[in-house]
C-alpha cells in the first residue's frame, strides 16, 4: 500500500523554480504533520520543511525565504514551491507524514519535526537537479 504518491522534480538552473507534490491518501487527513526532506549523495537527509496539523509551517535555516510548504486538504496534497534554487538543493526529495500524536505537547520542539526517526509514511523519492 502506499500512502505518499509524489510528483514533480527534474532538472532546472540555478535561479530557476520547481514544484514538488506529494498527494497523501490515508485518513484522517487533517491529522498529520508533514514534511519534505531531502538527501544529497555522500549527506545525511536533512529536514527542508514541516506543516503541521494546524497549517504552521517550520523551515529548515538553508530554504527559508526560497521554499514555500503547503497543503490542500481538499485534494490532499501537499506541495513545496521552490524558488532561487541553487546548486546545493540537488537531492532528492522526499515527502514524509506523521499522525499529529506524535508531536503532542512538542509543537515548539524543532529537532523533533526535523528528525527522520519522526516520521513513517515516506514517498518514494523525486531527483531535483540545479545546474549552475
Known amino acids: 500500500r502506499v500512502d505518499l504518491m509524489q510528483s514533480g522534480g527534474g532538472s532546472v538552473q540555478a535561479g530557476g523554480s520547481m514544484k514538488l507534490s506529494c498527494v497523501h491518501t490515508e485518513d484522517p487527513y487533517n491529522d498529520y504533520y508533514m514534511a519534505w526532506f531531502r538527501q544529497a549523495p555522500g549527506k545525511k537527509c536533512e529536514g527542508v520543511a514541516v506543516i503541521g496539523n494546524d497549517g504552521a509551517p517550520t523551515y529548515g535555516e538553508p530554504v527559508k525565504g526560497r521554499f514555500t510548504i503547503s497543503k490542500d486538504n481538499a485534494t490532499r496534497t501537499l506541495s513545496l514551491q521552490m524558488n532561487s534554487l541553487k546548486p546545493e538543493d540537488t537531492a532528492v526529495y522526499y515527502c514524509?507524514?506523521?499522525?499529529?500524536?506524535?508531536?503532542?505537547?512538542?509543537?515548539?520542539?524543532?529537532?523533533?519535526?526535523?528528525?527522520?526517526?519522526?516520521?513513517?509514511?515516506w514517498g518514494q523519492g523525486t531527483q531535483v537537479t540545479v545546474s549552475s
Open positions: 514524509a507524514a506523521e499522525p499529529s500524536l506524535r508531536f503532542l505537547g512538542q509543537s515548539e520542539n524543532y529537532n523533533l519535526r526535523f528528525d527522520v526517526s519522526s516520521y513513517t509514511r
